[in-house]
């Protein structure tokens, strides 16, 4: 599955195997990318696209309906399960012990749900299942309100007494746990400095179902390509990842879904990495 060139280089290095997924890890497990028909949120007259809900400005102009976005979208992640890809991913945990760093830009937690340890695990994008008060009071990060059904209706609105659980003792909106279009990254709370070095040190990244249009999973890439380090890139469509795989020496695309590669994959680098029977 592995060229020789890949599968050498893997071998010779000490460095972590690191993963890197995007929404394309969990579109067998039934949630929409957001490239996906099923993209836009309807406000009043109007459809928005994600990259305009999920905004600092469009909560600062009605955040009962980006909560209502939210609480919809994790409606669907909460009853999606864990595919085949994802278990894999546990099973390569296992395996690999402190070998194995997950990076995902996904805020479904399935990876979490599946079995993957959060100390593993950066959630670079955050998680819907979280929020935080606005103005930064502690904890940081909380688990949403209990009261808040786990389902949600497209059409349904949250009514007052659901509002008033989404604020802070403080006062101020709680916000959903993750990272918005209009914001940056950071350390603290998205694990940035800690996921950009990974990619300086890592045997080989292997990338899978992302589209490359956020900015620290496209610094990881080509750090590890300037690195001439495996880029493994697992897509059913081509994207500019794969693109930088194709042109890096030791980069290679797996052209395919989650479920059809990323369980052969892991047997294979393990094998390569971890060698046989361990
Ligand atoms: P994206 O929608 O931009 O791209 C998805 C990629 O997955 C595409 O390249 C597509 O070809 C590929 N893909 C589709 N089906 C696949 C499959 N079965 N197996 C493997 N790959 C498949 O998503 P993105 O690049 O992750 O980034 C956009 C943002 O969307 C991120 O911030 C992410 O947090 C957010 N998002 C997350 C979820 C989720 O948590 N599940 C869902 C939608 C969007």
Known sequence: MLPDRVGRAITASAGPIVFL???????????????????FWRVGSRNYQPTEM?????FARMPAEVWRWYL??????????????????????????????????NVDGLHLRAGNSAARTYQIHGNADFCRCMRGCLPVVRELPVKLSESWEKERSLDDAELATLRCACG??????????????DEPVYRYVSAQRAAETAAALIVVGTSGATSLPTRMCETVA????????????????????????????????????????????????????V
């Open 21 to 39: 997924t995007g929404a394309g890890i969990s579109a067998e497990s039934g949630i929409p990318t957001f490239r996906g028909p099923e993209g």
């Open 54 to 58: 999920a905004t600092a400005v469009a």
């Open 72 to 105: 919809f979208r994790r409606g669907v992640c909460r009853s999606a399960a864990p595919n085949a890809a994802h278990r894999a991913l546990v099973r390569f945990e296992k395996r690999a012990g402190d070998r194995f760093l997950l990076v995902t830009q």
């Open 172 to 185: 101020e909106w709680l916000r959903p746990h993750v990272l918005w279009f209009d914001e940056s990254y």
């Open 226 to 277: 300037a690195r001439g380090a495996p880029l493994i890139v697992v897509d059913p469509e081509p994207t500019v990842f794969s693109a930088v795989a194709e042109a890096s020496a030791r980069g290679v695309y797996l052209r395919g879904t989650a479920t059809e590669i990323v369980p052969e994959l892991t047997e294979a680098l393990g094998a390569l990495a971890l060698g046989r029977g």
